[in-house]
């Protein structure tokens, strides 16, 4: 496994729409792999292969119950709202509240090639939902609400 260098905002490739996977081989496990380990280096809890310069619809996330990973995802079902305070790995030191689905069901691919579904609530569906985004090219920072984006750059005093 290695660590991937992490893409930042300004980066064109963040704004691309990744493309489905349609096979699963070694060099596909071997990002997943990464991914997990570049996620957990850096202290996120999501990480979309995009991310990392691949743009290929995968993600790994890991929000207290062990890594998973998940190929083609999308979402079927959402209901509800909730508002949740979002940072993200390509977004260093900003932070924001952005409106998601309190509850997704999730369709996706496993590392077996079985197509399986997700259901998921409160921060796990803001995780996915988040991630899936930049799937489609989308950051948090374009859903951020009027008012709520805090950079820590612009806050920091000279002393």
Same mark, same amino acid.
């Given at each position: 496994m290695a660590i ?15 493309? @489905?996977?349609?096979?699963i081989d070694d060099?596909? &496990? ?14 996120? &809890? ?18 207290? =119950? ?19 305070? =979002? ?58 609400? @009027? ?13």
């Open positions: 991937r260098k992490l893409r930042i905002e300004g980066d064109e490739i963040l704004r691309k729409k990744s493309r @489905k996977i349609e096979k060099r596909l &496990i071997t990002l997943l792999d990464d991914m997990v380990e570049t996620m957990y280096e850096n202290d996120g &809890i999501g990480l979309a292969a995009v991310q990392v310069g691949v743009l290929k619809r995968a993600i790994v996330m890991d929000i207290g =119950e062990g890594p998973v990973k998940i190929l083609n995802p999308k979402i079927i079902e959402n209901s509800g709202e909730q508002v949740f305070t =979002e940072g993200c790995l390509s977004v260093p030191e900003v932070n924001g509240d952005v409106l998601r689905p309190e509850k997704v069901t999730l369709e996706y691919m496993t590392v077996d090639g079985k197509t399986e579904t997700m259901e998921a609530e409160g921060l796990k569906a803001v995780c996915l939902c988040h991630e899936i985004d930049h799937l489609n090219g989308v950051l948090f920072i374009d859903k951020i609400i @009027k008012g709520t984006k805090t950079d820590s750059k612009e806050t920091e005093t000279d002393e």
